[in-house]
């Protein structure tokens, strides 16, 4: 009788995940041009778990480009595009076979709608991709990952515009030809289901120059998965062994009730979840869309050109893990809450279990290479007597979470990847601060860049290089 197998395959790509607009800082420098998270604002008078990014609109685009530069931490990140050498090096220290990181679409085309490339910009990547292959690691590249140039925004309304196909189509010719001995994986869009909390991040649509947001949120997806499969079909004609994958965040709900009302509801929002997904394995649209856009009185452009681009499928799936979602009788979904709240001062908790549950979900559905793209939890702290972050707690988490993917390959999940995310403190998402800390190795600045920016190992940098060596054996 076939087993299945046990422990994690030879091969398997024990990375770290970070993104270009959180930490690599010089947002002016080397011919970067603006993108939409150089006005991500630190907000100190807000609760942290209130310090996410909303909707933005005209006129709070123009207050915050007139605002002190102190106030946008991901202008200076940790400054990675100075100290990429040592940066990459301390992270190889920790036996990494793969990261993932970003290219920012804004230094490669600082306009957007620009018609030649930024060099100076290629050639930064082309140093931090050569640097990665020295120390061992295998880039896995996320295209766009909230770093569209504003010009974008300004001048066209974002991915609302059909023309954002084209420059999206652009910049991936660019870099796929100039990359193409050096990058092998391409995640083409982030997070592609966050049109709600990330919204003007990853679609770029001000929303006082739309009649219907939600309306417009739908087709600037539509658009994105449109330019997906267009640059899909570019970097396979360009690089046959290309491997291409789009991402989520896992955001899926589990019902806690015996009701079939709200099994139904649940279901419909894991639809809507899965959609882009859907979309970029099977390469067409669900019908459940086209039910969801009569419901909702929405009419989304579709050409006869975009179905044929939508064709072109990706070759795994990638996702974000966090935290579930459980939805009781009582509770519409917009409360649903974390299964294990473990609270955090964001409020976040976390689900280990849930993780081997959303592998085992992926491959039943699309039975794809499946790899975590990101995972982990932020915390405040900071170095003890010693100098040292000792942080149990952080390495109490992914030896839960290790265990739970080495699980799910023990179902017959093909899980190909893991990476923890932020394995260097970086700038938040969605709180734009430093205060809140991911990574295995701490970096001396505060929320407003105050601080000597040393970069130290914490105690579980010494605890990963351990399983990475041994290849999720050792988790002790």
């Not at 049109?195 to 120059?209: A, H, Q």
């Not at 396979?236 to 079939?260: E, Q």
């Not at 265990?403 to 700038?427: C, F, N, S, T």
Request: proline share 3%; charged share 25%; with cysteine.
């Amino acid at each position: 009788m076939k087993k299945n197998p046990d422990s994690f395959p030879d091969g398997f790509l024990w990375g770290g995940a970070t993104a270009a607009n959180q930490w690599e800082g010089a947002w002016q420098e080397g011919g970067k041009g603006m993108s939409v998270a150089d006005i991500n604002e630190f907000k100190a008078d807000l609760a942290p778990e209130e310090r996410i990014n909303g909707e933005m609109s005209s006129k709070n685009l123009e207050l915050l480009l007139a605002k002190d530069g102190n106030r946008f931490p991901k202008r200076r990140g940790i400054d990675f595009y100075h100290h990429f050498r040592e940066d990459i090096k301390m992270l190889a220290g920790m036996g990494l076979t793969s990261f993932r990181t970003s290219i920012s679409w804004a230094r490669i085309f600082p306009n957007g709608d620009d018609v030649e490339a930024n060099e100076e910009g290629l050639r930064f990547y082309d140093e931090v991709f050569d640097e990665m292959i020295k120390n061992g690691m295998e880039p896995l590249v996320t295209i766009s990952h909230y770093e569209m140039p504003l010009n974008l925004c300004t001048s066209y309304n974002g991915w609302l515009s059909r023309e954002l196909i084209d420059f999206y189509t652009r910049y991936c010719k660019t870099i796929f030809e100039r990359y193409s001995g050096k990058v092998r994986y391409w995640i083409l869009m982030n997070q592609v289901n966050c049109i709600d909390v990330e919204s003007f991040n990853t679609l770029g649509i001000l929303s006082d120059r739309v009649e219907n947001l939600e309306e417009a949120k739908y087709q600037a997806l539509h658009n994105q998965l449109v330019a997906s499969g267009r640059a899909i079909g570019i970097g396979r004609h360009i690089n046959p062994d290309f491997k291409f994958g789009c991402m989520l965040s896992y955001r899926n709900a589990f019902s806690a009730s015996d009701r079939s009302e709200i099994a139904l509801e649940v279901v419909k929002y894991n639809q809507i979840q899965f959609y882009g997904l859907d979309v970029a394995v099977r390469g067409e649209i669900p019908s459940y869309m086209y039910r969801y856009y009569e419901d909702h009185g929405m009419e989304i452009a579709i050409s006869d050109q975009d179905l044929k681009d939508i064709a072109n499928t990706v070759d795994f799936t990638s996702f974000s893990h966090y935290r579930n979602r459980v939805v009781y009788d009582d509770e519409s979904l917009g409360e649903s809450r974390a299964v294990r709240e473990t609270a955090s001062a964001w409020g976040w908790g976390y689900d280990a279990v849930g993780l081997r549950y959303a592998l085992n979900e992926f491959y039943e559905r699309y039975h794809l290479p499946v790899l975590v793209a990101e995972n982990g939890k932020g915390f405040k702290e900071e170095p003890s007597e010693d100098g040292i972050v000792h942080d149990p707690y952080r390495i109490e988490l992914f030896r839960e979470h290790i265990v739970q993917v080495r699980e799910a390959i023990h179902d017959g999940v093909d899980v190909i990847g893991y990476y923890p995310w932020g394995p260097i403190d970086l700038v938040s998402c969605s709180s734009c601060e430093m205060e809140k800390r991911y990574g295995f190795i701490y970096v001396d600045y505060d929320n407003y860049h105050n601080g000597t920016g040393k970069r130290t190992p914490k105690e579980s940098y010494y605890w990963y290089k351990k399983v990475v060596e041994s290849n999720g054996a050792d988790l002790e």
